[in-house]
């Protein structure tokens, strides 16, 4: 598994990426292998703003559907065009062309309650 190092994580299997203001997010490696083929990324949310651990959207797989939950405060100002046509991605490329949201942060505070890749790795037991 891949947890790469410049990520903050979730205990909820999401990944953070931040650049000034604005933070990257999709699921990690770990909760993409754990739902198998995903074949749908419902996220309905762009422009809105969300709270702290409130679900932003959702994943389908062949044999599940799991929430999406916010790592960070914050309005989603824009959704991952590629994966509405192609929903692999987030399986083939969790890290790259699989990501699924930007939000623009609102309280920078909240980044500390995100976890580093070895707090990650522990959590899951990897």
């Not at 929903?87 to 990501?99: A, C, I, Q, R």
Request: net charge negative; proline share 4%.
């Amino acid at each position: 598994m891949n947890f790469p190092s410049d990520l903050k994580y979730t205990k909820d299997h999401e990944w953070v990426r931040i650049e000034g203001d604005t933070a990257t997010i999709g699921i990690t490696d770990f909760a993409q292998s754990e739902l198998g083929d995903i074949v749908f990324v419902d996220i309905d949310t762009e422009g809105e703003e969300l709270a702290y651990e409130e679900v932003f959207g959702s994943v389908e797989a062949v044999k599940t559907v799991s929430d999406l939950f916010m790592p960070l405060s914050g309005e989603i100002i824009e959704l991952n065009p590629k994966i509405e046509g192609e929903p692999e991605l987030v399986n083939s490329d969790p890290y790259g062309d699989g990501w699924m949201i930007k939000v623009r942060i609102k309280d920078e505070s909240e980044v500390e309650t995100l976890l580093s890749s070895d707090k990650y790795e522990e959590i899951i037991g990897a």
